[in-house]
């Protein structure tokens, strides 16, 4: 499941980057569609970690990503920690996200910028 957090973060990353590098390749409409399916993963896999953690009770993922410095016997340290509550709200946010970027889309679809 570990993969499974990571593509969930990391979907709408990788859209907005191939929007944005190959935007006048795939034109507007690509762009557009690119980002949507961006969310849309990272909704779904939501879905599959809700289902997982809530569901079919799952243990929570706590894992480090790197080390960002050690002094002493202190470490700091930046990774994940995904328990009911963190797949709750991830579910909720990108699906509100999800929402908000369709409706986007459609509202400045006349716009020339």
Do not use: Q
């Not at 570990?2 to 390749?25: D, E, R, S, T």
């Not at 920690?81 to 996200?97: A, E, G, K, N, P």
């Amino acid at each position: 499941m570990a993969n499974v957090y990571l593509a969930i973060v990391l979907a709408p990353l990788a859209a907005a980057l191939i929007a944005g590098l190959f935007g006048k390749a795939i034109g507007r409409a690509g762009a557009h569609w690119v980002t949507i399916l961006g969310v849309g993963v990272s909704f779904v896999l939501s879905l599959v970690a809700l289902n997982d953690l809530v569901f079919e009770g799952g243990e929570p993922y706590n894992g480090t990503v790197y080390r960002w410095a050690s002094m002493g016997g202190i470490y700091f340290e930046v990774g994940f920690l995904v328990d009911r509550l963190t797949v709750l709200m991830m579910t909720v946010v990108t699906f509100v996200s999800l929402c908000v970027h369709v409706y986007t889309i459609g509202y400045m679809h006349d716009d020339d910028g």
